[in-house]
T-cell receptor, first 110, second 114 residues
């Protein structure tokens, strides 16, 4: 089975901190994604990457950046965390037609 | 734009069938998906259907696709308490079939009463 591992299950950060969320997949997938999940809104795409060093903005990229230096790792960066970025963050990798998700990181910004 | 809609809540009794419905707007979607999320967990792919199919069955799960009405449904037979979760419908949006980008509905919380 494909394994997508997110580095933290829970994080608490202060407003203004720089935050790194890490994601690693073990199946050599080219496509990787970061989604944000909020109640009643479903999952919204923040950024995705279809190859090393390649990235594209999703639907809600403001306040976020990403890094993909190696194929297996895709990092989401909050340059200056704000309280409205408190959310559940889900990483995924895909090989058409299936996408596989990590367990999620619940980030609280105080 | 592309949109996927689901009702937010469904309650059933253990042993009954559950039917979760979804509508979508992008008729060019290549695949449509159902994901399950248990409390505190990530998303688990339950099943998916290719857009040129009408139905797919996998054990207790039946997926029906009505392309004319852009309607997708997931039927769970003999619903168990372990089926209590949030169920997400998703589609591959326009131009996304080769990237894996998905557009998700809001999620339907299924409550199974003993």
């Amino acid at each position: 089975d494909v394994k997508v591992t997110q580095s933290s299950r829970y994080l608490v950060k202060r407003t203004g901190e720089k935050v790194f969320l890490e994601c690693v997949q073990d199946m050599d997938h080219e496509n990787m994604f970061w989604y944000r999940q909020d109640p009643g809104l479903g999952l919204r795409l923040i950024y995705f990457s279809y190859d090393v060093k390649m990235k594209e903005k999703g639907d809600i990229p403001e306040g976020y950046s990403v890094s993909r230096e190696k194929k297996e790792r895709f990092s989401l960066i909050l340059e200056s965390a704000s309280t409205n970025q408190t959310s559940m963050y889900l990483c995924a990798s895909s090989l058409e037609p299936r996408a596989f998700f990590g367990q999620g990181t619940r980030l609280t910004v105080v | 734009g592309e949109d996927v809609e689901q009702s937010l809540f469904l309650s059933v009794r253990e042993g009954d069938s559950s039917v979760i419905n979804c509508t979508y707007t992008d008729s060019s979607s290549t695949y449509l998906y159902w994901y399950k999320q248990e409390p505190g967990a990530g998303l688990q792919l339950l099943t998916y259907i290719f857009s040129n199919m009408d139905m797919k069955q996998d054990q207790r799960l039946t997926v029906l696709l009505n392309k004319k009405d852009k309607h997708l449904s997931l039927r769970i037979a003999d619903t168990q308490t372990g089926d209590s979760a949030i169920y997400f419908c998703a589609e591959t949006g326009k131009g996304s079939s080769n990237t894996g980008k998905l557009i998700f509905g809001q999620g339907t919380t299924l409550q199974v009463k003993p």
